[in-house]
């Protein structure tokens, strides 16, 4: 069953808007290159003989710079729309040969066991609708990932204020992650925490001058009280 989610990023004027919409603001390119740090912080440390996925690669900001770092990567993603705007960036950036592009449900996906090294799944989540699906999610990405391998997952937080007034199902606490992670076969959780208390509107609406105050702001609430953080990060070992 397609999602409306799945039917929405599927749209070319959707995807073409994708970063210009998210990332092209001052406060949205700083969160980027957070979320960014985080995907290759977790990295091995070389990449002979590593096989990444990026699982929901969206506009493929992460498939990107983990390529640049010399890293072979399967770049996934349910929707054509997105991976055509992948594939004209790695085409660009003469990184063709490090990316491998590949249509697929992240609830469900065609890739053998234990077949990557390292996975990331950032702003996929909370797109899975409902949390049945990301529960299935979660269970296929620590399938397809080898033993010592690590999966770097994130979450959209409902204890945050994301989700004041109406919100989707597929937001959850970073308790009820813990949990559903705790009931995967295999998988430890090696690290958790969360970021943005303070709402990324804030961050779009302030002079850029004040920006780096704020992030530090954010940063120490976010270290304080993760569980009230609007985007929560989980890092997951399989056994």
């Known amino acids: 069953m397609v999602t409306d989610s799945q039917q929405y990023y599927s749209r070319n004027e ?8 998210r ?23 070389s990449p002979k003989g590593v096989k990444v996925l990026d699982a929901g690669a969206g506009s493929g900001r992460f498939t990107i710079e983990i390529a640049k ?3 072979d990567v399967v770049s996934c993603d349910y929707s054509e729309a997105m991976l055509g705007i992948i594939r004209s ?30 996975i990331c799944s950032l702003r996929v989540m909370v797109n899975l609708d ?29 204890l945050s204020i994301a989700g004041i007034g109406p919100r989707k199902e597929s937001m959850v ?3 009820t992650v813990k949990n559903i992670i705790s009931k995967i ?26 920006l780096n105050t704020l992030d530090v702001i954010d940063s120490g609430l976010s270290k304080l009280f993760p569980l009230l953080c609007v985007r929560t990060y989980y890092v997951i070992k399989k056994q």
Request: charged letters at 25%.
């Open 23 to 45: 990332f092209l603001a001052p406060g949205g390119q700083m969160f980027d290159l957070f979320e960014k740090s985080v995907v290759l912080s977790y990295l091995p440390q």
């Open 69 to 71: 770092k010399g890293f």
């Open 173 to 175: 606490s970073m308790s």
């Open 130 to 158: 409902t949390v049945e699906n990301e529960v299935k999610a979660l269970n296929e990405l620590i399938r397809v990932c080898r033993p010592g391998g690590k999966v770097v997952v994130e979450f959209v937080n409902s």
């Open 185 to 210: 076969p295999n998988a430890e959780l090696e690290a958790a925490f969360g970021r943005r208390i303070i709402s990324q509107t804030a961050f779009e609406k302030s002079p850029e001058f004040m």
């Open 14 to 21: 959707v995807a073409q808007n994708y970063d210009s919409e």
């Open 89 to 118: 960036k790695i085409t660009a950036l003469n990184l063709t040969k490090r990316v491998l592009l590949s249509k697929q449900d992240i609830t469900q996906m065609t890739f053998e066991d234990n077949e990557f090294d390292y």
